[in-house]
């Protein structure tokens, strides 16, 4: 059972453009991540945002999260074609981690 | 630092047939993941390890999948029989409880499973 969901399936922008994705879920939750799949590197770690945190930044990542309406978002600043691979948040209650869909981002040059 | 380390990376095998796979988490690493993958969906959790006990194997179809950590360090992932739905990539993953960061999981390559 998948508990995210992200929002767009798929993303294509310009390089050097903000991408932003969406992330729902649906119980309450300890800590939201965001992970990252390309082809080359496997999944790697982003961000973690604990769940009395309400915004984080890392690099050009800024990651938000809202309880009360049980959503994340995470923000890539000026895009790189470094960027294009899949991005996935996965929520984690009680040890419990679970992995959204992902979202397909891809970066034109 | 070394990564996780998997094998084999890929593996082709006919239905009925049994397989491995084979996990070697990030020294000093006491939580250690298996994952299947499959294509356009996120991982989901086959069975998380603290230590050489299993904590959370409820997602594990125990009546073909199997799974041990004996010592607490590598761990094998077992097939028997693979069905042609077992198809998938299947992803190892280890973390520290020690460090503070206790949810950040560090993944490996995988191993990309086909049954023929």
């Known amino acids: 059972s998948q508990q995210g969901e992200e929002d767009p399936q798929a993303l294509s922008i310009q390089e050097g453009e903000n991408a932003t994705m969406n992330c729902s879920y649906k119980?309450?939750?300890?800590?939201l991540q965001w992970y990252r799949q390309n082809s080359g590197r496997g999944l790697v770690h982003l961000i973690l945002?604990?769940?009395?945190?309400r915004e984080k930044h890392s690099g050009r990542l800024r990651v938000t999260l809202d309880t009360s309406k049980k959503s994340s978002s995470l923000l890539i600043t000026a895009s790189r074609a470094a960027d294009t691979a899949s991005y996935f948040c996965?929520?984690?209650?009680?040890?419990?981690?679970?992995f959204g869909k992902g979202t397909r981002l891809h970066i034109l040059p | 630092e070394a990564g996780v380390v998997q094998s084999p990376r890929y593996k082709i095998i006919e239905k009925k047939q049994p397989v491995a796979f084979w996990c070697n988490p990030i020294?000093?690493?006491?939580?250690l993941y298996w994952y299947r993958q499959n294509l356009g969906q996120g991982p989901e959790l086959l069975i998380r390890?603290?230590?050489?006990?299993?904590?959370?194997d409820s997602q594990l179809p125990k009546d073909r999948f199997s799974a041990e950590r004996l010592k607490g360090v590598d761990s094998t992932l077992k097939i028997q029989p693979a069905e042609l739905g077992d198809s998938a990539v299947y992803l190892c993953?280890?973390?520290?409880?020690?460090?503070?960061?206790?949810?950040?999981?560090?993944f490996g390559p995988g191993t990309r499973l086909t049954v023929l």
């Open positions: 993953a280890s973390s520290s409880s020690r460090t503070g960061a206790r949810n950040e999981q560090f």
């Open positions: 119980t309450s939750i300890n800590n």
């Open positions: 945002i604990r769940s009395n945190e």
């Open positions: 996965a929520t984690d209650r009680d040890d419990k981690i679970i």
């Open positions: 020294s000093g690493h006491n939580t």
């Open positions: 390890y603290e230590n050489e006990e299993a904590v959370d």
